[in-house]
């Protein structure tokens, strides 16, 4: 069962970049709230988010996560969103996945996902630049990062 939604853990991220006068966009905001369920799947088993990521060009993504902040496309997103509500350890988890991946761009954060199985798996033979709506699979996600969470 998801410990958060999906406008919950964005939010979190957003307000924490914010607060840090780091600019977040919706490419980068995409990868975190990833990092966030693939490390929840590894290491817990379980879902962080109850949305399916897609594997697009640009990496991961979740299709109404992008839609919801589309207007700002390449700029950071400026909303003022609200605080969510979250349980400690979900806020403990968010805060890990931050201090892993916060501090990189958009752009390594996307050559990282394409490197790592779960997306690539997804996109299997497609070209490069070829539109992909193929779900990645939560499994394999969760086979995926508790193997790197054990080595």
């Not at 050559?111 to 779900?135: F, K, N, V, Y």
């Amino acid at each position: 069962m998801a410990k958060a939604t999906t406008d919950e853990v964005a939010n979190w991220f957003i307000r924490l970049a914010h607060e840090l006068g780091d600019p977040i966009t919706n490419l980068k905001l995409q990868k975190l709230v990833y990092y966030a369920q693939a490390w929840h799947l590894g290491l817990y088993g379980e879902p962080l988010i109850p949305d399916a990521f897609e594997a697009w060009v640009h990496g991961p993504a979740i299709p109404s996560l992008y839609e919801r902040f589309s207007q700002y496309k390449w700029n950071p997103i400026s909303d003022e969103v609200p605080a969510p509500s979250l349980a400690q350890e979900v806020e403990d988890h968010l805060r890990e996945v931050d201090e892993a991946y916060g501090g990189r761009s958009c752009w390594e954060l996307e050559r990282m996902t394409h490197s790592e199985e779960p997306w690539l798996a997804a996109r299997g033979a497609l070209d490069p630049d070829a539109e992909c709506q193929t779900p990645i699979s939560e499994e394999l996600m969760m086979d995926y990062y508790a193997l790197r969470a054990a080595a």
